[in-house]
């Protein structure tokens, strides 16, 4: 089992978090949402596997390369 680092592409606020820790994610399934410049940019999963940490809350700014969950493939 690997663990993979999901990360943010952009700099923004956490509007929403969609996915919960336990959960099964497939590729390409959303984990949070983050608001930026008023638009709505999802963050996915890169890979299938189990959501172990969500490791920011909704509210939060994060920039660009922050680690903001983990999946365990």
């Known amino acids: 089992m690997a663990i993979i680092d999901i990360k ?3 700099t923004g606020n ?3 978090i969609v996915a919960e820790v336990g959960q099964a994610i ?3 399934d959303p984990i949070l ?3 930026s410049m008023k638009m709505e940019i999802p963050v996915t999963a ?3 596997g189990k959501l ?3 490791l920011t ?3 939060d700014t994060v ?3 922050t680690v903001v969950a983990r999946i365990e493939a």
């Open 26 to 28: 497939e590729e390409d």
């Open 8 to 10: 943010t592409e952009i």
């Open 63 to 65: 920039t660009e390369g």
């Open 57 to 59: 809350a909704e509210g």
């Open 33 to 35: 949402i983050l608001e």
């Open 52 to 54: 172990v940490a969500i």
């Open 46 to 48: 890169p890979e299938g």
């Open 14 to 16: 956490v509007w929403k």
